[in-house]
């Protein structure tokens, strides 16, 4: 137990509280998972304090510790927590994960875009998550944007929820030692780069060491990383051919490393683009 200090009989008379800081790190989960959880189901802090943050009582930290057990079971978030708070099944939001996160993301909610996105990949996996989930959301906003709907803060918040996410799911993998990494390069016009962020994900989930130095890119630089690190293979990425810079795959053609040439992989395309489409060739033929 972990109450907040107090004296008095006023402070005797209060439940044990806890912070939500000290909550996620009990449970095991990122306060941003811990808020959605309050928003989407109503298991969160009850206790308020006049002018004070909300704090956890010991029956909610219990109800908490019921949930996590039951999604360590292998029970769905929204069904563990209707199950511990004595729900009916009708009670439980309906949708796919696509329908939900569209849904967030329409509203702008960020906490909940986050946990969704979370406890997709926990579910599904990299691949799983940009094809089935995020991917779809993203070519939805793309096909509002090109009839000229003003969809940008919202596909600028999933954007970075999802980039955040990844980061959460895996644990920076491959270094800076070289020789044995796949070098992930955007070309030097390019500002776009969820996509390599999805590859280098993916990547890490197989744990192929992979390297991606992000944004602001160059020539130079990406030449620079080749001669450094000497790379099993370069993916050069452009989102349009407008970006696309041949002259460097050229360059990187011209050194001792397989090079992937620029491959357009937008929200607008038809069809969901696997992992494979994002650099233009399967993964076997980059990492052996």
């Given at each position: 137990?972990?109450?907040?200090?107090?004296?008095?009989?006023?402070?005797?008379?209060?439940?044990?509280?806890?912070?939500?800081?000290?909550?996620?790190?009990?449970?095991?989960?990122?306060?941003?998972?811990?808020?959605?959880?309050?928003?989407?189901?109503?298991?969160?802090?009850?206790?308020?304090?006049?002018?004070?943050?909300?704090?956890?009582?010991?029956?909610?930290?219990?109800?908490?510790?019921?949930?996590?057990?039951?999604?360590?079971?292998?029970?769905?978030?929204?069904?563990?927590?209707?199950?511990?708070?004595?729900?009916?099944?009708?009670?439980?939001?309906?949708?796919?994960?696509?329908?939900?996160?569209?849904?967030?993301?329409?509203?702008?909610?960020?906490?909940?875009?986050?946990?969704?996105?979370?406890?997709?990949?926990?579910?599904?996996?990299?691949?799983?998550?940009?094809?089935?989930?995020?991917a779809p959301v993203l070519r939805t906003l793309g096909r509002r944007w090109a009839r000229g709907l003003e969809c940008f803060a919202v596909e600028w918040a999933l954007t970075t929820e999802f980039s955040a996410a990844l980061d959460r799911y895996v644990q920076p993998c491959?270094?800076?030692?070289?020789?044995?990494?796949?070098?992930?390069?955007?070309?030097?016009?390019?500002?776009?780069?969820?996509?390599?962020?999805?590859?280098?994900?993916?990547?890490?989930?197989?744990?192929?060491?992979?390297?991606?130095?992000?944004?602001?890119?160059?020539?130079?630089?990406?030449?620079?990383?080749?001669?450094?690190?000497?790379?099993?293979?370069?993916?050069?990425?452009?989102?349009?051919?407008?970006?696309?810079?041949?002259?460097?795959?050229?360059?990187?053609?011209?050194?001792?490393?397989?090079?992937?040439?620029?491959?357009?992989?937008?929200?607008?395309?038809?069809?969901?683009?696997?992992?494979?489409?994002?650099?233009?060739?399967?993964?076997?033929?980059?990492?052996?």
């Amino acid at each position: 137990m972990d109450p907040e200090a107090g004296g008095g009989t006023e402070a005797a008379r209060q439940p044990a509280l806890w912070t939500p800081g000290r909550v996620a790190r009990l449970r095991g989960v990122s306060p941003i998972t811990l808020r959605s959880w309050d928003s989407r189901y109503g298991i969160g802090p009850s206790f308020r304090p006049e002018g004070r943050q909300r704090r956890y009582t010991d029956a909610d930290v219990a109800l908490l510790r019921r949930m996590r057990r039951l999604i360590d079971e292998g029970v769905r978030t929204r069904d563990a927590a209707h199950a511990v708070l004595g729900l009916p099944a009708e009670g439980l939001m309906t949708g796919t994960g696509e329908e939900e996160l569209e849904q967030a993301t329409a509203l702008m909610r960020r906490a909940t875009m986050a946990a969704l996105l979370d406890e997709s990949l926990a579910a599904k996996g990299v691949e799983g998550t940009w094809c089935d989930v995020a991917a779809p959301v993203l070519r939805t906003l793309g096909r509002r944007w090109a009839r000229g709907l003003e969809c940008f803060a919202v596909e600028w918040a999933l954007t970075t929820e999802f980039s955040a996410a990844l980061d959460r799911y895996v644990q920076p993998c491959g270094s800076m030692r070289g020789g044995s990494c796949v070098l992930l390069a955007p070309c030097p016009h390019e500002q776009h780069t969820l996509p390599l962020e999805v590859l280098r994900a993916a990547l890490c989930e197989r744990e192929v060491p992979v390297v991606f130095p992000g944004l602001p890119s160059g020539e130079a630089l990406t030449l620079d990383l080749v001669s450094r690190l000497n790379p099993t293979g370069v993916v050069l990425w452009s989102m349009a051919s407008a970006t696309a810079d041949t002259a460097l795959l050229r360059a990187l053609r011209g050194r001792d490393t397989t090079a992937v040439p620029p491959s357009p992989c937008s929200p607008e395309t038809t069809e969901a683009p696997a992992i494979t489409e994002i650099t233009g060739a399967p993964l076997c033929e980059l990492v052996g």
